[in-house]
């Protein structure tokens, strides 16, 4: 029993990464090339804050993920000085 199965288990990745992995379409909104790169943002927050982001983000009709963007992109908004 020292042969590995070729049989694929439940969980397991497709040998080829495109066809796990979909790129999201571009949005209209990024008017920059470098905007259309992106970095993951890992955070804690609580359940109930978790819920409360959800079912906002629900209501205006949009992704957790843009409207989080949106967000810090007005808090922090782009240094005209600083490169991209």
């Known amino acids: 029993m020292t042969e590995r199965s070729t049989r694929r288990g439940f969980a397991s990745r497709p040998g080829d990464a495109e066809s796990w992995i979909k790129a999201p379409e571009a949005h209209a909104r990024r008017a920059d ?39 810090l992109a007005r808090e922090f908004p782009a240094d005209p000085g600083e490169p991209s």
Do not use: N, Q
């Open 33 to 71: 090339e470098a905007s259309a790169f992106t970095a993951r943002l890992t955070i804690d927050v609580t359940p109930a804050l978790r819920g409360r982001i959800k079912v906002a983000a629900f209501r205006r009709g949009v992704t957790v993920a843009d409207m989080l963007r949106d967000l």
